[in-house]
Every structure is written in structure tokens, then in C-alpha cells.
């Protein structure tokens, strides 16, 4: 479903990506390959994820088709919505309550609580992303959080990572993880530390190299719930 989005998004941004430096070599844009051919391979590949959740009871495949249309709206909204990083949030967190669905039959608040602070780490990851193409989309009339935050950018991304680690806590808690839970927790807050340091300086490439830090940030976390769940007595 991530590789679909990624070709629906990329057939949204055709006509945009060829003025932006980052990318205007895209396959799409470029014309590498036509805009059928990314038409094509989204739905192929939203169809067999769909064939994948089959052996799964019916509010999984229920929770699927709100998934499907996430993904499919997102790349849209840059066009009309301020903070459409929040739909991508949407979008990316919608496997958690699926995943409760398919073992539980039922989507409890923990569920809930893990996919509002991953809508929020969304936010944080994504408006870094956004903040290497800033001048770009201002000038072609489109809208990111990056520009609808302004100069409150770095503060927004930094209480949006400090509720995605709430989040994280509120829910270890719960469950009842072991203490050895918090050795990942501080790893993602040093991850999260280092990655408000690279956005404070506002360069593309510190941005840039920021947002594609945030696998070692979930990396961390879940290493800590690995070691919550395997050491809990």
C-alpha cells in the first residue's frame, strides 16, 4: 500500500515535481514512463494488498477501504488543505487500528492513542520534508505545513514529536511494559533532539537530512517495546 501511495502521489505531482529541484528527475515527471503506466501500478498494487488482508475477519477489510481512500485523497490535498501532512498521518497511522482489527476483532484506546501520536510524528517528520521545498512551493501556490507554520515551523515540529513520545509512554504504561521499555524511548528522544537541531539551521540539505533520520527515531522505539514485551515479568 506504501509503493501505491507513492505512485498516486507522484501521478498528483506530475505537473509540479518538473519545477522543483529535489524532483524533477522523477520517473514520472521526466517521462521516464507515462501517467497510465503509475495509474497502473497504483491500483495493481492496491488490489493485491487487498488480496493480502483477505484471511482477516470484517472490520479489517471494513478499516481497509477508509485506508485506500487516505491514500488515495492525500496527494490531492496539498492543493486545498494548510496541513495536509496531517492527512498523510491518517494515511501512514491507518495500519494500527487495522492491526488491532485483524488479532483483536475490535480497535481498543491504546490503538487509538498510538494513531493520534503517529499522526503527529507524521506532522513532525513531514513538515521537515517540506521545509527543503518551501521556496518551491510557495512559488507554485501550493500549500505544506512548512509554510503554514512559518517561522513557528521548528516549535510545532518539536511539540509534535514530544506528544508522539507521550503517546508512546501513555501506552507502555498501560500495557504494562517492562522498564527496559525507556532504554528505546531515550534513544528516539535523543533521535528526535538531533533532528531539531538540523531543522533549526532551515537549510534544504540539514532538512532534508532530519526527516530521513526518523528511521533511527522508530528504529528506537521499537527496539523499547521489543525489550518492554520480552523482559516484562
Same mark, same amino acid.
Given at each position: 500500500?506504501?509503493?501505491?501511495?507513492?505512485?498516486?502521489?507522484?501521478?498528483?505531482?506530475?505537473?509540479?515535481?518538473?519545477?522543483?529541484?529535489?524532483?524533477?528527475?522523477?520517473?514520472?515527471?521526466?517521462?521516464?514512463?507515462?501517467?497510465?503506466?503509475?495509474?497502473?501500478?497504483?491500483?495493481?498494487?492496491?488490489?493485491?494488498?487487498?488480496?493480502?488482508?483477505?484471511?482477516?475477519?470484517?472490520?479489517?477489510?471494513?478499516?481497509?477501504?477508509?485506508?485506500?481512500?487516505?491514500?488515495?485523497?492525500?496527494?490531492?490535498?496539498?492543493?486545498?488543505?494548510?496541513?495536509?501532512?496531517?492527512? &498523510?498521518?491518517?494515511? /501512514?497511522?491507518? *495500519?494500527?487500528?487495522? $492491526?488491532?482489527?485483524?488479532?483483536?476483532?475490535?480497535?481498543? !484506546?491504546? @490503538?487509538?492513542?498510538?494513531?493520534?501520536?503517529?499522526?503527529?510524528?507524521?506532522?513532525?517528520?513531514?513538515?521537515?520534508?517540506?521545509?527543503?521545498?518551501?521556496?518551491?512551493?510557495?512559488?507554485?501556490?501550493?500549500?505544506?505545513?512548512?509554510?503554514?507554520?512559518?517561522?513557528?515551523?521548528?516549535?510545532?515540529?518539536?511539540?509534535?514529536?514530544?506528544?508522539?513520545?507521550?503517546?508512546?509512554?501513555?501506552?507502555?504504561?498501560?500495557?504494562? &511494559?517492562?522498564?527496559? /521499555?525507556?532504554? *528505546?524511548?531515550?534513544? $528516539?528522544?535523543?533521535?528526535?533532539?538531533?533532528?531539531?537541531? !538540523?531543522? @533549526?539551521?532551515?537549510?534544504?540539505?540539514?532538512?532534508?537530512?532530519?526527516?530521513?533520520?526518523?528511521?533511527?527515531?522508530?528504529?528506537?522505539?521499537?527496539?523499547?517495546?521489543?525489550?518492554?514485551?520480552?523482559?516484562?515479568?
Amino acid at each position: 500500500m506504501r509503493s501505491a501511495g507513492c505512485a498516486i502521489n507522484d501521478y498528483a505531482d506530475r505537473d509540479f515535481d518538473k519545477h522543483v529541484l529535489r524532483t524533477q528527475h522523477r520517473p514520472l515527471t521526466s517521462g521516464k514512463i507515462s501517467k497510465y503506466e503509475a495509474i497502473a501500478i497504483a491500483v495493481i498494487l492496491a488490489l493485491i494488498s487487498f488480496a493480502l488482508i483477505q484471511p482477516f475477519n470484517g472490520l479489517t477489510k471494513q478499516l481497509s477501504v477508509v485506508a485506500v481512500l487516505l491514500a488515495a485523497i492525500y496527494p490531492f490535498t496539498k492543493r486545498f488543505f494548510s496541513i495536509p501532512q496531517a492527512i &498523510l498521518g491518517l494515511a /501512514f497511522g491507518f *495500519g494500527i487500528p487495522m $492491526a488491532f482489527a485483524a488479532v483483536q476483532n475490535q480497535i481498543p !484506546l491504546e @490503538a487509538w492513542i498510538l494513531f493520534v501520536g503517529n499522526v503527529f510524528w507524521a506532522i513532525a517528520y513531514d513538515t521537515a520534508y517540506a521545509m527543503v521545498d518551501r521556496d518551491d512551493d510557495l512559488r507554485l501556490g501550493l500549500k505544506t505545513s512548512a509554510i503554514t507554520f512559518g517561522r513557528l515551523d521548528v516549535t510545532v515540529i518539536s511539540i509534535c514529536y514530544g506528544l508522539l513520545l507521550v503517546s508512546q509512554i501513555w501506552v507502555a504504561e498501560m500495557i504494562q &511494559l517492562s522498564p527496559w /521499555f525507556y532504554v *528505546g524511548w531515550f534513544l $528516539a528522544l535523543g533521535c528526535a533532539v538531533y533532528e531539531l537541531r !538540523l531543522v @533549526a539551521t532551515r537549510q534544504r540539505e540539514a532538512c532534508f537530512k532530519a526527516f530521513l533520520h526518523n528511521n533511527w527515531l522508530g528504529a528506537a522505539l521499537f527496539f523499547g517495546i521489543v525489550l518492554g514485551l520480552a523482559l516484562r515479568s
